[in-house]
C-alpha cells in the first residue's frame, strides 16, 4: 500500500473523529442518555464517507508469461498447385500445428495471401495474383512492436507488386522461406512479358514489345509468331545459346477495324520443354476512330497544370493542348475547354463559347478576377472580398449526373479559395461540399451544371496537384485521382442525355484480372435510386450459354463480380425489375493464367530474404530441420513480464451499504432516545 494512501487514511480518521467529538461532546453540555454509543456511530458514519470520497487504492503486480509469437505465411495462389507442391504444403501446416513443442514455444498465428493478406488458411490454392510484398510489408505493420519470426511457405513467384527482395531489408522480423516448388534448372523457353498499348487508331500502326528468355546450357533455334484468329501477322526467326538467354523483339501491327482486336503471341515451344503454357500470351488493342482532344486556357503559371495535363493524359485516348487566352484557337477542333482562373483576358473566349454552344470546366482561385467573372456569365456570382479560405472536401454520396465514386476526399488537403458566399442561379448538382475550419457547410466547392444543352463543371478553388499528389501518398499510384478526373472529362466532353440507366465496363480484361460491372439507376427526377432491384444477363458468344447474376448495391452504385468467368467474349444486358429500362454492351475476357507461366520456385530472390532479414531459408522435405531450428534459436525466448494494476482497497458498494446501516441504527437509537 503507498504511503500516499496511509496518510490519507489517517487524515479520515482524525476528521472524523474531531467532527464527531465537536457534535457529541463540545456541542453536548449536558451528559445525554447513550451518548457514547452515538459518538461511536457517528464516528463509524463519518469515516465510512470519506472512505468512500477518499477511495484508498494500492498497486498490484502482476508477473506472467510472454511467449514470442511464431507467424505461418502460406501462400495460397494457383502456382503452388500447378507446381504440385499442394499437398506438401498441407502435410508441413499439420505438421506444425501438431508439434507440442513448437506450441509450448511459441504462439503460433496463421496467415495466407496471394494477392491479399489473410489471417485465415482455408487452402484452395486456387488464387490468380500473388504480392508476396504486399503480404511482408503489411505482417511487418502488424507485429512491428513484438517479437514474431515469420515462417513463410511459398515459391516465391510473384506476379504483381514491388520487388520483396530489396524490400525486405528493412523488416524488424526474421523471415524463414520455405522453398515450394521445383529447384532443378531444366531447358525452358518463356514470352517473359508482352508490352501493348491499350488503344489504338484506326489506319495507324501500334508498337508491340516483346521480352523473351530462355533456361538452358543448349544453342536453340526456334521461331516467334503473332496470330490474329488463324492468320500469322507476324513472325521473326529467334536462337538463343548459354550466353544469350533473352531478346527483345520491337515491331508495329496494323489497326485496320475499329473495336476491340485479339491477337495470339506465340513462341514455338521446343520439342523437350515441360511448360508451354508460357509459349503463348494473349492481348488485344481496342482500335478508336476518334480522340477526346481537350483545351485548357490559363494566363498564368500554376502546379495545378501540370496535374491536369498528367491527369488526362494518363488514358491515351485524351489529348491536352495548353494555350494563353489570347492565342487564336479553333474551339471545333476540340470537344472541351478548362479555363484556369478567368480574368478580362478571357472575354473574347467566353463569347467564342457561347457563340459555339461548348462545353467547358472552370476552375477559380485567388488569381481569379471575380467582378469579371461575375458579369460575363450568370450561372453563379461570388461575394468580392478580395480575401481568400481554404476549403477541406467532403464528397456529396447523392451526385447523379455520372458514375464517381468518393476516392477519399475528406482526407484530402484543401483548396485555396475566394472568401465569400457563393450563389448559384442554375440548376445544379453538387459534387464537393465545403469544410470550413472543421465545419461541415452545405455551401459548394465543386458542381456541375446542364443548362440549355451545355454542361459546365465549376470548381471553386486552386490545388488540384496536392490531391493528385495526396492519392500517390495513400496508395503509392494516381489512378483513383486519374479515374475521378478522367470520368469528369468524359462527362464533360459527351453531349449525350442523361439516362436512368448506366453501366460501366471495359471493352476487354485480361484472365487474371478482377472484373467487376458497375451499374447507376435513378429515379424519373434523376436522384440515385437505392430501392432497385437490377439483374444482369450474361451470354457467352461462342457457347451461347447464358447466366442471370443479380447486381448487388454498394455505395452509390450496383456492382457484379465476373472475376471466376472463363475466357471468351460475352454480351451482356443489365435490367430493372418492374421498370421497361435496360441496358446492353459486351466485352472479352483474355485467357492468360500468370501463375502458369513459373516453371520453377525462385530460390534466389527467397534465400536473399532470409539474409536480409536475418532469417533462413528452407525446403518443405526439412521440416524436422525447421523445427529443430526454431526451437534452438535463443533469439526467442519467453519473456517474463509485469503488469501493474491498480487495486481498490474497499468495495464502494460495501461501503455504501456499510453507511447506510450505520446512519439508520443512528437514526433509530436518537429517535428512541428521543432526541428527534
Known amino acids: 500500500m503507498q504511503t500516499q494512501t496511509i496518510l490519507l487514511i489517517i487524515a479520515a480518521i482524525i476528521s472524523a473523529l474531531i467532527i464527531t467529538l465537536f457534535q457529541y461532546i463540545y456541542k453536548a453540555r449536558s451528559k445525554k442518555k447513550n451518548i457514547l454509543l452515538l459518538a461511536s456511530l457517528r464516528f463509524l458514519s463519518l469515516f465510512t464517507l470519506l472512505l468512500l470520497i477518499i477511495n484508498p487504492a494500492f498497486k498490484q503486480n502482476i508477473y506472467y508469461i510472454e511467449k514470442p509469437t511464431l507467424v505461418v505465411a502460406i501462400d495460397n495462389s494457383s502456382s503452388i498447385k500447378y507446381l504440385n507442391k499442394d499437398q506438401d504444403v498441407k502435410n508441413l501446416t499439420s505438421e506444425i500445428r501438431k508439434n507440442e513443442k513448437l506450441n509450448d514455444r511459441f504462439d503460433i498465428v496463421y496467415y495466407s495471401f496471394s494477392d491479399n493478406l489473410k489471417d485465415s488458411i482455408p487452402l484452395t490454392f486456387d488464387k490468380t495474383q500473388t504480392n508476396i510484398s504486399k503480404a511482408l510489408d503489411e505482417l511487418d505493420q502488424i507485429y512491428k512492436n513484438t517479437t514474431a519470426p515469420i515462417l513463410m511457405i511459398t515459391d516465391g513467384n510473384q506476379t504483381y507488386g514491388k520487388d520483396y527482395q530489396f524490400g525486405s531489408n528493412n523488416y524488424k522480423q526474421a523471415v524463414y522461406p520455405v522453398i515450394a516448388g521445383d529447384t532443378t534448372l531444366v531447358l525452358d523457353t518463356k514470352i517473359e512479358q508482352l508490352n501493348v498499348n491499350r488503344y489504338a487508331y484506326l489506319k495507324n500502326k501500334f508498337p508491340v514489345e516483346t521480352i523473351l528468355s530462355y533456361s538452358g546450357k543448349e544453342d536453340i533455334n526456334t521461331i516467334f509468331q503473332i496470330k490474329s484468329g488463324v492468320n500469322v501477322v507476324f513472325s521473326q526467326p529467334v536462337s538463343f545459346s548459354e550466353q544469350k538467354k533473352s531478346k527483345i523483339i520491337n515491331f508495329t501491327l496494323p489497326a485496320n477495324s475499329v473495336g476491340v482486336n485479339q491477337y495470339t ?11 508451354t503454357i508460357n509459349n503463348t500470351k494473349t492481348f488485344a488493342v481496342e482500335v478508336i476512330d476518334q480522340k477526346t482532344n481537350v483545351l485548357l486556357i490559363s494566363d498564368i503559371v500554376h502546379p495545378d497544370l501540370g496535374a491536369i495535363k498528367k491527369s488526362i493524359e494518363s488514358n491515351e485516348r485524351r489529348n491536352i493542348t495548353i494555350a494563353k487566352p489570347g492565342d487564336k484557337k479553333d474551339f471545333n477542333e476540340y470537344q472541351l475547354v478548362i479555363l484556369y482562373q478567368p480574368n478580362t483576358r478571357y472575354r473574347q473566349v467566353y463569347e467564342d463559347l457561347n457563340a459555339q454552344k461548348k462545353n467547358y470546366f472552370t476552375i477559380t482561385g485567388p488569381k481569379t478576377d471575380w467582378v469579371f467573372l461575375n458579369k460575363i456569365q450568370n450561372k453563379y456570382t461570388q461575394e468580392i472580398t478580395r480575401q481568400t479560405e481554404y476549403y477541406i472536401p467532403r464528397f456529396n454520396n447523392n451526385y ?13 488537403p484543401p483548396l485555396l479559395g475566394t472568401f465569400g458566399e457563393i450563389r448559384l442561379n442554375a440548376s445544379y448538382d453538387p459534387v464537393l461540399y465545403r469544410t470550413i475550419n472543421n465545419i461541415e457547410t452545405d455551401e459548394v466547392l465543386f458542381a456541375t451544371i446542364e443548362q440549355n444543352g451545355i454542361r459546365e463543371a465549376v470548381l471553386f478553388g486552386e490545388g488540384l496537384w496536392r490531391w493528385r499528389a495526396q492519392n500517390y501518398i495513400d496508395s503509392q499510384e494516381f489512378n483513383s485521382f486519374d479515374e475521378f478526373f478522367g470520368k469528369l472529362i468524359q462527362y464533360l466532353a459527351s453531349n449525350k442525355r442523361k439516362s436512368r440507366l448506366n453501366t460501366i465496363a471495359e471493352s476487354f480484361y485480361y484472365g487474371n484480372a478482377s472484373i467487376v460491372i458497375k451499374a447507376e439507376y435513378f429515379t424519373k427526377n434523376y436522384e440515385f435510386d437505392r430501392r432497385g432491384s437490377l439483374r444482369i444477363t450474361l451470354k457467352n458468344k461462342e457457347t451461347e450459354a447464358t447466366q442471370t447474376i443479380p447486381m448487388l448495391l454498394k455505395n452509390n452504385t450496383y456492382d457484379v463480380d465476373l472475376s471466376s468467368l472463363q475466357a471468351g467474349n460475352y454480351e451482356y444486358t443489365v435490367t430493372v425489375l418492374g421498370e421497361n ?9 483474355l485467357e492468360y493464367n500468370v501463375e502458369q507461366q ?43 513480464k509485469n503488469k501493474e494494476n491498480l ?12 453507511l447506510i446501516l450505520l446512519l439508520t441504527i443512528e437514526w433509530f437509537v436518537r429517535k428512541y432516545n428521543g432526541l428527534i
Open 581 to 589: 429500362i435496360s441496358h446492353s454492351g459486351n466485352f472479352a475476357i
Open 265 to 275: 503471341a506465340i513462341l514455338i515451344p521446343l520439342d523437350t520443354e515441360k511448360n
Open 647 to 658: 487495486v481498490s482497497l474497499l468495495d464502494w458498494k460495501y461501503l455504501l451499504i456499510i
Open 400 to 412: 447523379g449526373a455520372f458514375l464517381i465514386e468518393d476516392i477519399g476526399f475528406n482526407n484530402y
Open 598 to 640: 513459373f516453371l520453377n520456385a525462385d530460390v534466389t530472390k527467397l534465400k536473399q530474404v532470409a539474409t536480409n532479414t536475418k532469417g533462413k531459408a528452407y525446403y518443405l522435405n526439412q521440416k524436422d530441420i525447421i523445427i529443430k531450428e526454431l526451437l534452438e534459436d535463443q533469439r526467442y525466448q519467453a519473456i517474463q
